[in-house]
Structure formats: structure tokens, C-alpha cells
């Protein structure tokens, strides 16, 4: 049916059982080529999977649209497939490998007849890098296989690399017809592979991203002693040349991508500051022979959520997407640019909405809602290269140092702006216990707390109280660790009104987190950590209220009282499992709030 261009038999056998089960009418490696690329895109013009934007205003780009209901991560149908229940854990969704495949393959079967099978051999990480993966998506989406060019290095190279050697994570996917009743995205970490079948959103089918980087490869890092993160990386330049890294993990809607690449604020500009985006999504770290924790970004690129992306919000990102970007689900105006809730500009008079209806500003369903534009979760897909403050350490595979890392959450009245934990296990319980309030925005009573340690809650592919220990191991790992600090960009007054202008101004409140790490200011011990002096952040150019940055500082004991609750019933659900470090900082700290009320 195809030559191989390959001698690794045990990825031959994989691809010819696959194209059995699946029966297209033809394999096409993936080379990476610009002519191979550019044929694609031609392809999918012609049969409207994509649409051309504008290539004087827009250049190298696309809109594609999904079906309706196949527009976001689908968790209640993702699961992980281990032959212990207990090694999933209580947080993810369970499914025992061998009823996992049959289902799958009974929706496979057949699935590609009258298509093309796309093999995409990916690197996630520099190519031949200690900390990268290997991986190869089987699919039948052009979409995938352009998106994947953005997203990870793929093509000749890496099939070179696995002449070396034989371990790849196997990737199948398949649209099928794209039937929600028929879509699984299932994980099998004990084998190394992941289906997906019944799905053509990103987050479901470009398996290099949330499936193997974090998913699987927390599973690996767990086996092999590293840690797999949902977490930005962003260097920190000093005046005199100097770099300090830092790895963040926030939530949803929290502002992971916006703080990545942010632009130093008017105050703070004499000072010569510029920022290094290594990554907006994942890091994956290492324990390297200085005893430090060294990290890389396993992507090439963003895919990143189009609404409220402008100018003012992410000026670097808005730069971004100006070329060779993938638009998603968004609304395409009349000279073929594109738009979305929150983007730059006036709101356009007309446009095509991401279902292909007309639409129009103030267009309202029958119950009266107001119909979008774009999807509230439409997406950019665009290459890290494009990015102004684009890392020159982006291919370096030894990585980059971290000399922090930052755990963040949504709260309204609880955590203060910032505080640095007291030690490694306390910073571990930090993240374990990290949450976020809901938003008008999200599913669910507003105001609910939603925990997500580490922000892995959706993406941990093993028991998270084995996560947490894990932590705790690596922590033991290091001769120097880096410290862990909580920030919180969300605390509102009486009103309800945001204390903190977020955005830029958080390089205020970064720059007080490496000066803690290099010993140059002091700081006020508290029941839950160390909270700034007022004096040793940096205010030049930002006029707060009075009493703003003590209200933001403020840490309330009985509030923090009331929050262990919520935290021992989380903690509760894994049982014997959670490594008794955590219940003794949840003791300790307990008796920290009382002592001080």
C-alpha cells in the first residue's frame, strides 16, 4: 500500500496493523517538507476543511471550523486505561485496557475507507534531547497534520531519530463520524499509546499535546524520575545581561499565556527588564548533575484561546498571529480577516459566526442570549517562532534553569497577592491544594471552589496522591530546589471590584519573587508563608488606591481556617494513598492559624 521510509520494524508492524483495522485507501508519511505542507493546505482548501484568510492582511493563514458539538476538551469521555483501578486514581476517569480497545476498535474498524492515513512522526522536545519524546500520530485529518507542523518537530528528523532507537509513544486517530456518542480519547500509559476516535478539536486529536505531554508523560515521569507540567516557562532578563526562569501553573482563566509574554509596564520600563518566553502550556523538568531543576518547553507552538486576545491583554500574542497561524471556530469578516469577543478594533458590522450563520452585533437567540461570534473556546494555533519575545533557549536541550516556581489560583477574599512557601513540602501542599473560584463563564454555581492541584487535575495520567509523592521525592532529588511561591491576581474589595490590575503590572510582583530568591529583600512571616513588605514591591508609575496593597497583603486566619475544610475533603477522597507529608503540613499549618488568631 506504501513504502516505508523507515527501518524500524517495530513502527512498520504498528502502522500496518493500524491501516488493517482502519482501511484507508492510502498512507502518507509526513516529511515536514514546505512542499509537502503547502500540498496539504491545498488539499484541505478544496474540500473546505479550510478556508484562506486574507494573504495580504493575513498571511500563511486559515480558518477551520468543527462540528458543533466537538468544540472543547471532552473529560467525561477521556479516560485512563491501567489494569489497576487504583492506579488511575480518584480524580481521572477509569476504563480497564482490554474493554478500552474493543470499544475503540469496534469504532475504528473501517473508520479511514476513502480516506488518507496521515503518519506524522513528531518530537515533543529538541530532537535527540535527554528530556524529549517520541511519538507518531496515525489520523485522517489534514487538520491534525498541519496542526501538529505548528505544534510539535516533525517529519524526516525524527524518523532519523528512530532509526536510533525503537521507543515512540503509538498515537491512532481517527474523525470517524465525528459522533459524539461514538468518541473516546482514551490513554493506555502502561503501553505507551493513545487512541482517539470521533473528535476533530485540538485538544482531543493533536495527541502530541495534552495526551502525551502531559498525560503520558507524567506517567513516564513518574517512571524516570522527571516531572511532566502544566506550566508556562518565561526568563527574566536583568539590565546586565542576566537571565532567571521561572516555571507557573495556573488554571483555566487565570492568565497563564498572558503572563508568559507579557510587556514590563511603563513603571518599570527604565529599569531595562525584557521577558523570555520559553512556553505557555507545558515544561517538562529535570533534575540535572548541579542539583538544580532545569526545564524545556516540549512545543514549537500556542494553541491558544482566540476571546479576549487584543492588544491590551497580550500585545506579543496579537503580534503572534499575524502569519502561518490556524484560526479555529472564530468569525470571519467580509475581507477575510477574522475576529472575536474581546479582539482589537471596532465589533464588525456583519461576518460568518464559527456555525456559518450570518451575524450581525446584538444578534439574540430565541431565549434571548446573545449569539457569538466566535466560540468562547476558539483557538489560535501558531508557531512559537512568531512570538517577539520568542526564547533564544527555545532548541537548547539541556533547557533552562528554574529558579522559581509559581502556583496561582482565582480568589476572591482568600489568598493574598503573593506569598513564598517555607520549604519544599510546604510548596508541594501549596500546589496540592491550589483552586480556583468559578467564573460567570463556567459550568457551575458561581463562586463554587474548584480544586485543580498544580493545574494537572484534568491531565495527571496516574493517582494523584502517587503525583504528590512523587513531588516530594523530586524535592529530595535536588541539592538547591527552587522555591515555591502562590500568587493570586484576583482578590476584590467590598465592591467587588479587582484590587490588582494584573496584566503587565504582575512583573511588580515577579520581580519581587527573584529577589526573594537571590536573599535581597526580607519578608513578613505568616501562618501560611512569607508575605512582601509593601515598601519591597516596586509601585513606580501605578497608583492604587489607598490601602490597596495592604488589603491585597492581608492574610485573614479565620478565612484560611475555613478553607481547611474544603481542603480535607479533597484530601479525604484519596484515603490511605496521600503521602502522610501532606496531612502533617495540613496539621501544622492548622495549628499556625489557631495560635494566631
Known sequence: MTRFPTHNKKLKDWVNRMAKLCQPDDIVWIDGTDAQKAALEQDALTRSELIQLNPEKLPGCFLHRTAVDDVARTEHLTFICTRKKHTAGPTNNWMAPRTAYRKAKAIFKGAMRGRTMYVIPFSMGPVGSRFSKIGVELTDSRYVVLNMLIMTRAGEAVLRQLEKEDNFTKCLHSRAQLDINKRLILHFPEDNTIWSVGSGYGGNVLLGKKCLSLRIASYLGLREHWLAEHMLIMGIEEPNGHIEYIAAAFPSACGKTNLAMLVPPEGLKVKGYRIWTVGDDIAWMRVDSDGMLWAVNPETGFFGVAPGTNSGTNPNMVETIKKNTIFTNVLLKADKTVWWEGADGEIPADGIDWQSRAWKPGAKDANGKPILGAHPNSRFTAPIVNCPSASFRMEQPHGVPISAIIFGGRRQHLAPLVYETFNWQHGVFAGATMASERTAAQVGELGQVRRDPMAMLPFCGYNMADYFRHWLNMGKRMARPPKIFHVNWFRTDEK??????????????????????????????????????????????????????????????ADWLEELKGIKKFFNQFKRSLPPELWQEYKTLQERLKSHE
Open 496 to 557: 467587588g471590584e479587582f484590587l490588582w490590575p494584573g496584566f503587565r503590572e504582575n512583573l511588580r510582583i515577579l520581580e519581587w519573587i527573584l529577589d526573594r530568591c537571590n536573599a535581597r529583600v526580607g519578608a513578613l512571616k505568616t501562618a501560611i508563608g512569607y508575605v512582601p513588605y509593601p515598601a519591597d514591591i516596586d509601585m513606580t508609575g501605578l497608583n492604587l488606591d489607598a490601602g490597596a496593597l495592604e488589603k491585597l497583603l492581608e492574610v485573614r486566619n
